[in-house]
Antibody, heavy 120, light 107 residues
Framework: QVQLQESGPGLVKPSETLSLTCAVS?????????WGWIRQPPGKTLEWIGS???????FYTPSLKSRVTIAVDTSKNRVSLRLTSVTAADTAIYYC?????????????WGQGTLVTVSS | EVVLTQSPGTLSLSPGERATLSCRAN???????LAWYQQKPGQAPRLLIY???TRATRIPDRFSGSGSGTDFTLTIVRLEPEDFAVYYC??????????FGQGTKVE
């Protein structure tokens, strides 16, 4: 059974960097698929952030591209997300998930999500 | 970018009733790359349907998806108590990024 688990600080100050990790179990990232990050502001819809392959090939949403970095560590079977210069608008639940189909595909396995609040 | 509009915003029904949710795109959805997700409070979304009409693994057959082009529908033929949730449609495999609708709450 594929399982994903996000971790990281729940509170980040404005202008600082948000850093999250997604640990994958039950499946080796080295075996394939793209792995994505999605966020959901409280009470709002979902927003796709980006995705990464086992070889480090990345895709990002244009609106965040200048501030986002997604990385993969196949030795530890995990992916990470960095978002710089955060503001209150970046407050959201952040999910990692597996893309079932390609780099921009639907998402068949999700982590439980982690709430990140941007506040001083 | 494809914009997805879901209707209605809220659907008030009783267990055993039929639910019909709509997802409309502002341009043609290529290759029917349209997915549906269910999200319950405090939980991550769960993939229900992909390819507009293919049920994901372990999804009960009371859930069905249909449609093509710009108009898509998720139908739940007999609502079970556990089906009351928010449902999102998603256009995937598309540049510049996959997009989600704003959601329909079934209460």
């Amino acid at each position: 059974q594929v399982q994903l688990q996000e971790s990281g600080p729940g509170l980040v100050k404005p202008s600082e960097t948000l850093s999250l990790t997604c640990a994958v179990s039950g499946y080796s990232i080295s075996s394939g698929y793209y792995w994505g990050w999605i966020r959901q502001p409280p009470g709002k819809t979902l927003e796709w952030i980006g995705s990464i392959s086992r070889t480090g090939n990345t895709f990002y949403t244009p609106s965040l591209k200048s501030r986002v970095t997604i990385a993969v560590d196949t030795s530890k079977n995990r992916v990470s997300l960095r978002l710089t210069s955060v503001t209150a608008a970046d407050t959201a639940i952040y999910y990692c998930a597996r893309h079932r189909f390609g780099a921009l595909g639907d998402l068949d396995y999700w982590g439980q999500g982690t709430l990140v609040t941007v506040s001083s | 970018e494809v914009v997805l509009t879901q209707s209605p915003g809220t659907l008030s029904l009783s267990p055993g009733e039929r639910a019909t949710l709509s997802c409309r795109a502002n341009q043609t959805v290529t290759s029917n790359y349209l997915a549906w997700y269910q999200q319950k409070p405090g939980q991550a979304p769960r993939l229900l349907i992909y390819g507009a009409s293919t049920r994901a693994t372990r999804i009960p057959d009371r859930f069905s998806g249909s449609g093509s082009g710009t108009d898509f529908t998720l139908t739940i033929v007999r609502l079970e108590p556990e089906d009351f949730a928010v449902y999102y449609c998603q256009h995937y495999a598309t540049l510049p990024q996959p997009t989600f609708g704003q959601g329909t709450k079934v209460e």
